[in-house]
């Protein structure tokens, strides 16, 4: 048994780590971390987590004692306290963005914030860097967005077949937290669409620097609260080079099926197919479809996750498995709540 | 006062024109026809509608005595009829697709269906064919999506500024009609995103006839079904032709006061304002926002419309006022119903 | 035309009375207030309110000249203006809970509150005091849980039919206000119910007040906030006193045709009808259905409102109709948004 | 390893039953069967879960050869099929409701169906009828409604403490099943609440059946579909008896302990604190709340189920696992899907 922490537990991402490590075989959970709920048992905070005997503690780093800890911190808090827990010799998966980025001027562009850390994290996309993982002591878990957007159009960019990209997706409100506020306002979500941030969404330069890399992809993103707690469904619309103007759909799938076809968690759907949110509610899922052409040269690719499992905590175990050379699908394998 | 009649007023689009008709104080609804209902009360069939004494009467054509008829019949349906009500003396405004093209075989392949009518609807986009409607025996009234489609994109390919335009739209589920089926079953709407026909619905070629016209503007259409009831939000991507890659947010807007400045129905949304289906639910107004351009050159226009309204009986409505000569907004004052 | 101010117009109910009293031919707004929002357009705040023209300005009550006045303020700070709006010699119509109560003591028991006006205002619920609202200068309006929950029982006791009634409520989300908080935050409300005070909603002593008098009958009170945007549906549950145990349902219903046959705004529901919130959404009418008694000698009563309208700014224009002299109906004729 | 079928599989149950049965350390799935679909792969029908191997074969009673046997199929063909399947020698879980009467003559009444059967099955209700349910071979599965009514209000009748019972239930549309109907189309149940049955849903006589037997209890229900997807949260308005009309909260609250101090599925709520549906999601938890008692003698009582779980598959693998001797949270410790 390996001995995990959660830092900053009592937001959604840690009521999500809790509901799947409390199942997982291989670990278990030593201390979870608030500094507004220091003392107060995690029903209160989190009522489906019933008879845990967990307790919040206001902790610092340095008297944590585990081999893997995740911090589900804010922007900007995780990297004053990611080296910290370096030093205690554990292993961290940080959900913020703080150690996503290769470029840390990217970072600062787009989060207002200046970077103090020099300590570089792995991208955590397990599909696409599992070796680095691996070896890896500090993993910065994907944003939710890039997540859906990165796998639905990574073979695209990787086959070098289009010019650009315009990542169109569609978010559950749990993706803004736990706190309320005028947006998750129940009476202006219901029965509504919203875009926002329509052309500057921070989650931009992520995809960017996972699909571009390759100088000649534009990548587009436009991002839409809908009616539904839990979810991201992208729809990335691109457009073929010509020289690639004749390609088929069975070639399309090809591509996918030569980069995911051994994936666990990634399902390609059968022709026609479209993924649904519900298919992969709850789950660690990702369902990529779609495949088509129109007659304008536009590739249609979709894709369905769940934003706090495969957008978030999921992913973090996933991370997690890999790190401690465990199966990769332990405490995962759960099938999506549907309907 | 003039009559009206209403062919085939048992669906949500027939019971949206009575709702609003039974409020307009230039007309007297003479006649509802339903095959199904016949001799049936209203309010079995439409609850909100209480005590206005209509009766469904399954009437023949020929049998009807109006100055406007609203054809609120099935694609296919609807021309088998309208030449004989058009016999009658009638001023017709058709709701279905049939009479919505100029090029009839573009309704052929997208409909499947042979046109066995010869005679020409005006398109019935108030704002786009004034002049036209206003002279009309018989309009076309413009699907759903179009209308949200057609009026955020007009001013870019009517300043031919841009040479690609990708439509993403997301609509409620009322727009499938008042018939149950798989697609319209709650635990497979709630909570979830229904992306539909991702390259190849109808409605693509009804966009394209009014936006193309412009031979370099390549236009593609996504359709998505979100958990709502009423209400299509369009979310238009299209990329600056390379003359116009300088262009400003403040000069793009200019464009569209000067296409829209005038017209009651249309407001445009301050800087930074999103369009809400929340600001438009009931109401035939449409809510154009977006104005951004991001650093791939790519145009975000935005808006918002009551696809039972101004998609369909609202829109309808207003034509029926300029075609009798009207005040175009008797009857379509109210305001949205927010939240 | 009459003038009308409205005293803290920037919440839902705030919003509602304009959208409906632009579109009411006997009034013109003249002023309405707000602190928070001096000098911002009303589209800025009620974005489906565009080009009206209206300023919110943070007026003292003396400087209002108007021939009504609606308060749309909170509990507690209505009585500290409504004296001071009166003696401008405007009638008032307070939408907050102040002015509801013959006893004052039962007020401050509930809310918490001092009372210190001595004013008393008129119950403003028309159907059972349209003469005394007629010459009132001051409304109390009713609250949104007594409006239907009263409407649905008051032929019961009126009669002396039933000696307990159980009011089990369900609200849409709207009620609770403008702000957000973690009560109406997204994620805690879609794909939930959540009873509230489920014994202690200060609105059950406006339902006794109303429903009891009669000493013998017992009124309890069960509030539930449910994934719905604007309506209360209301299940009545009543027990029949053991000399009415042999009353049949049709009987039942005579005694409300009896009460509410010449009501415009009472609609009773055919035999097996279901009243439904998407039949009265946005307009002011009251559909009552229900009159199933089972074999335990249980009354099952329903009612729908929409708590913004009827359960608030539609009944408050409705009891402003009648204060001016009005017919009652002018400005509230429209149907409700179905679907 | 046990064997397992599933006759009827294609239905939300079905589902359900495989999702959860997959991830079961102790069984494996031999059949699942169903007419409609025979050769179909099983995630054509139920799209989350992939790669089972699983196919769907339309299988006669005796060409099963299971240690248990599922069957959810309709009421009125299980007992067509069950003693077949017994004669198998398999243990048979019954989910319909043919087999959940101890007299028959009322299931005949309330189903409006001959029973041809004259096998008696245990009423699987594990917390009340767990010693019956280990020796037994045929398990009536409970109803949904019921299940949550009479957990909810059994330590009430058990204790003899009220006279008089009304259940207001709110259930999700996924009770409704699989199949569309104008009842679940999205237009007609979002933003609405939609009562029915009011004083005569057959799930009433299985209340009464677990709740009367005390023959001074009077026993009512009036389930409301609300726009949820699953779960059903039951609110229980009981009056205390004459000689307990002084009974605490604390007291009340005794009682309950009492009951299901030990029960692993069912949690009972802190003071104040309210059971939530989202609590519940997913999993077999009872979440049991209320303990309030107004100035009436009214007891408010409060539970929350997921209605496919709970209600149905989840609660009838708790039954196999008592069947069969394993551990009965087997399969089943996974907490809700919060949000």
Not at 27 to 50: A, C, L, Q
Not at 76 to 86: E, Q, T, Y
Not at 129 to 157: H, M, Q, W
Not at 304 to 313: E, K, M, P, W
Request: hydrophobic share 35%; charged share 25%; net charge negative.
């Amino acid at each position: 048994m390996y001995n995990v922490a959660i830092v900053g537990a009592s937001g959604y991402t840690g009521g999500e780590l809790l509901r799947m490590l409390l199942n997982h075989s291989e670990v278990e959970i030593k201390d979870i971390t608030s500094r507004k709920y220091d003392g107060t048992p995690v029903h209160k905070i989190h009522p489906h987590i019933r008879d845990s005997g967990l307790v919040f503690k206001n902790k610092q780093p340095n008297e944590l004692d585990a081999d893997i800890i995740f911090t589900a911190t804010p922007h900007g808090a995780s990297m004053k306290i990611v080296p910290d827990l370096l030093e205690t010799g554990a292993k961290v998966i940080d959900l913020s963005g703080d150690y996503r980025y290769r470029d840390t001027k990217v970072y600062e562009k787009w989060y207002g914030l200046k970077h103090t850390s020099d300590i570089k994290g792995v991208y955590g996309l397990p599909e696409l860097y599992r070796d680095e993982i691996k070896k890896a002591d500090l993993v910065g878990n994907p944003g939710c967005f890039p997540t859906g957007a990165i796998l639905s159009s990574y073979p695209l960019v990787d086959n070098d077949l289009v010019d650009r990209i315009v990542i169109d997706s569609k978010t559950g409100v749990s993706g803004a937290g736990v706190n309320p506020s005028s947006t998750t306002h129940y009476p202006n979500i219901a029965d509504n669409v919203n875009p926002y941030k329509i052309s500057s969404h921070r989650h931009v330069s992520e995809i960017q620097q996972e699909l571009h890399g390759f100088e000649d992809v534009k990548v587009s993103f436009t991002p839409h609260l809908v009616p539904v707690i839990r979810g991201i469904q992208t729809t990335s619309h691109s457009f073929l080079k010509e020289e690639h103007s004749d390609i088929t759909p069975d070639e399309l799938r090809k591509f996918y099926e030569k980069t995911y076809g051994k994936e666990y968690f990634i399902k390609l759907m059968d022709d026609g197919e479209i993924p649904h949110l519900s298919s992969v509610r709850g789950s660690n899922f990702v369902h990529i479809g779609g495949f088509e052409i129109d007659d304008t040269g536009r590739v249609v690719m979709l894709s369905c996750i769940d934003n706090l499992v495969r957008g978030a905590s999921g992913q973090a175990i996933q991370n997690m498995n890999i790190m401690l050379g465990l199966d990769e699908t332990t405490g995962l394998k759960h099938f999506g709540i549907n309907p």
